[in-house]
C-alpha cells in the first residue's frame, strides 16, 4: 500500500495507517532515560509510529533524591547505582544498534547543589548528555505522555515523582497551564516536625495550588510510581480482577476509603501481598496523603490511572502533529496486522463484510470493531484449543493505548467468539462482569461475525460475499458469488446459524449465478 490514497472511504474515519508512510518509520525505535528522584530507567519504544510498543523496559531504583531536603546535594550511594545503570544502559543501546539516547533528569538533579557535577561525571564515563528540565516542563513532558495515549483528553494532569510533583492542564490536545510543587514523598520523609509537620505543608502547599490552577472538574490523571502503587492497593482492596494499571479507574470514595485502608493495613504484609518494593511502600502513605488532598481541592468528576508519562511525552515530542492526532488503537493494530496476520490487510476486507451489523454505532463502539477485525488474525500461530484464550489475553493485557477496562474486555470477548462459540467455562470469567450484559452481547455477535466472514474469501482481493442485515424482520442474509459457494459448506453453514442465533434472526443465503 502506498500514500496515496489516504483519504479513500474505507479508511474513514481512521484514515491510512502512518507506519505505512516511510517519512514517519525513523520514529520505529526511539531510546529514553528517565532519570528520577526514586528510580532510573531506560524504554526503548519500537513499533507503528503512532502506538510504539516497549521493546526494552528496566528500572533501577536509585534514590538519587534520598536525603536531598537535609544536605541539598544527591544521594551518594543513589550516584554510584545511577552511574552503573547509565552505563550499563549505554551499553545495551549500542548492542542494539540505537544511534543514540535521550536522557532528561528531573527535580533530584537539578535541585541537588551537585547536579551539575553529577551530569558531568555522566557525561564523561558515558558520552550520555543529560537534559536537566526545570518543573514546568517536566510537567508539560508528563502530560504529552498522557496525549500519547488519550488523544484530545481533557483533565488535570498530576505526576508525582520522588522530590516534586507537578500539574497540568490539558484539553484539545494542549498541554495548558503547569505548575510544579516540593510535594514528593521522598523529600517529604524527614520533614521538620514530623507527621505532623509534613500534614501542615501538604495543606499549604496544596491550597496554594488549587489558588493558583483553579477549578478543574474534568478527568484527574494520575501519572508516577506512587499512584500507581495506590492504585494497585485500591485493587486489592476492592477485589478488581483486571490487573492492569493504565486506565484503570477510581473515584474520590475509592480514594478515601484506600486511604483509610493503607493507614489501618501492616504495610509490611500488605507489600509482600501485591508485590511493591520496600522503598516504594514506604511512600505509600505520604503519597496517599498528598493525593487525598487533591481529590479533596480539585473535585475531579472521575480518576484515571496512566501508566504513560514523561518518557512517552518525549517521544510525543519527535511526532508531527498529523501524527499526534492519529487514533493510538488503531495504528497500533494495523501494525499488529501487518507484522503477524496470515494475510496483512484482510481485516479491512473483514470489516467491510460484517459492517452491515454495526451500522448504527457510536465513534467509540465503531473504533472498536475496527479493532477487532484487524486483530482477527494476529494469533494463528497459537495452538487451535488455546487461541481464544490467548485473543482474550492479547486484548486485555496487552500493551494497546487509548482503551478503558471495559473496551478491553469487549475487544477480548470479540475476539474470543472469533475462535469459540461459548464463552462459558474460559479462566477469565471474573472479568466478564466489568462489561454490561449488552456489550457482551455485542461482542458476541461481532465475534460471530468475524468467524463466518474468515472463511468466505479464498481470493482476498475479491468481494465474494456480503451480508445484509434488516434489523426489524430480524433477517440476516448472506449473499455468494459462484465462484464463493464452495466456500459455503457444512462448517460456513454453521457459523452463519450460529451468529443468526446470537442476533436471534432467520436466515437467508442467496447464491448469485452471474
Not at 507503528?48 to 551518594?76: D, H, I, Q, W
Not at 522530590?163 to 484539553?171: C, G, R, V
Not at 516540593?182 to 505532623?196: E, Q
Not at 493504565?246 to 507489600?271: F, V
Request: aromatic fraction near 6%; hydrophobic fraction near 40%.
Amino acid at each position: 500500500m502506498d500514500g496515496s490514497s489516504d483519504t479513500a472511504p474505507e479508511w474513514e474515519p481512521f484514515n491510512r495507517p502512518l507506519f505505512e508512510n516511510p517519512k514517519v518509520r525513523d520514529l520505529s525505535r526511539v531510546g529514553v532515560i528517565d532519570i528520577g528522584s526514586n528510580s532510573v530507567r531506560l524504554v526503548v519504544f519500537d513499533g507503528a509510529a503512532r502506538s510504539p510498543a516497549y521493546f526494552f523496559n528496566e528500572k533501577v531504583m536509585c534514590a538519587l533524591g534520598a536525603g536531598l531536603a537535609e544536605t541539598g546535594k544527591l544521594n551518594p550511594s543513589g550516584r554510584i547505582r545511577a552511574l552503573s545503570a547509565l552505563r550499563r544502559f549505554c551499553t545495551i543501546a549500542k548492542g542494539i544498534g540505537l544511534p543514540d539516547l535521550t536522557a532528561v533528569a528531573t527535580a533530584a538533579v537539578r535541585e541537588a547543589s551537585d547536579g551539575p557535577e553529577f551530569a558531568a561525571q555522566v557525561l564523561q564515563k558515558t558520552g550520555l548528555k543529560i537534559h536537566v528540565v526545570d518543573g514546568p516542563e517536566e510537567a508539560r513532558l508528563s502530560a504529552q505522555g498522557v496525549l500519547l495515549g488519550w488523544p484530545g483528553s481533557y483533565g488535570l494532569v498530576c505526576d508525582i515523582g520522588g522530590a516534586s510533583m507537578e500539574l497540568a492542564e490539558i484539553s484539545d490536545g494542549k498541554v495548558g497551564q503547569r505548575l510544579t510543587s516540593p510535594l514528593g514523598p521522598l523529600k517529604l520523609v524527614n520533614i521538620p516536625g514530623g507527621k505532623r509537620g509534613r500534614k501542615a505543608f501538604i495543606t499549604q502547599t496544596l491550597d496554594q495550588l488549587r489558588e493558583k490552577m483553579g477549578p478543574q472538574s474534568d478527568r484527574l490523571f494520575l501519572v508516577g510510581g506512587s499512584w500507581r502503587a495506590i492504585a494497585r492497593i485500591d485493587m486489592h482492596r476492592r477485589g478488581y480482577p483486571l490487573h492492569v494499571m493504565h486506565e484503570y479507574r477510581m473515584t474520590a470514595r475509592d480514594i478515601k476509603e484506600t486511604a483509610k485502608y493503607i493507614d489501618e493495613c501492616d504495610l509490611e504484609r500488605l507489600r509482600a501481598e501485591i508485590r511493591i518494593t520496600l522503598g516504594r511502600m514506604t511512600l505509600v502513605p505520604i503519597a496517599s496523603q498528598i493525593l487525598k488532598g487533591i481529590v479533596k481541592r480539585f473535585k475531579p468528576h472521575d480518576i484515571a490511572v496512566s501508566s504513560y508519562g514523561i518518557r512517552e511525552g518525549m517521544l510525543y515530542e519527535q511526532m508531527p502533529q498529523n501524527m499526534r492526532d492519529r487514533d493510538p488503537l488503531i495504528e497500533s493494530c494495523h501494525f499488529a496486522e501487518r507484522k503477524d496476520a496470515r494475510l496483512p490487510g484482510f481485516g479491512m476486507r473483514l470489516h467491510k463484510f460484517i459492517s452491515p451489523l454495526f451500522l448504527n454505532n457510536n465513534p467509540n463502539r465503531a473504533r472498536l470493531v475496527r479493532a477487532a477485525c484487524l486483530l482477527h488474525d494476529v494469533s494463528w500461530r497459537a495452538h487451535p484449543d488455546f487461541r481464544a484464550e490467548v485473543c482474550f489475553e492479547y486484548a486485555t493485557r496487552a500493551n494497546l493505548g487509548g482503551l478503558s477496562h471495559d473496551e478491553r474486555v469487549f475487544l477480548g470477548l470479540a475476539l474470543l467468539h472469533r475462535y469459540r462459540n461459548k464463552r462459558d467455562g474460559t479462566r477469565f470469567e471474573e472479568l466478564y462482569s466489568l462489561l454490561p450484559d449488552e456489550g457482551r452481547k455485542e461482542a458476541e455477535v461481532l465475534g460471530k461475525a468475524m468467524r463466518l466472514g474468515a472463511m468466505l474469501w479464498a481470493n482476498p482481493d475479491d468481494e465474494t460475499a456480503t451480508l445484509q442485515w434488516d434489523a426489524k424482520k430480524k433477517r440476516l442474509s448472506l449473499i455468494l458469488t459462484a465462484e464463493a459457494s464452495p466456500l459455503f459448506g457444512e462448517v460456513a453453514e454453521a457459523r452463519l446459524e450460529s451468529l443468526a442465533t446470537a442476533l436471534n434472526a432467520t436466515t437467508h443465503v442467496d447464491i448469485k449465478l452471474t
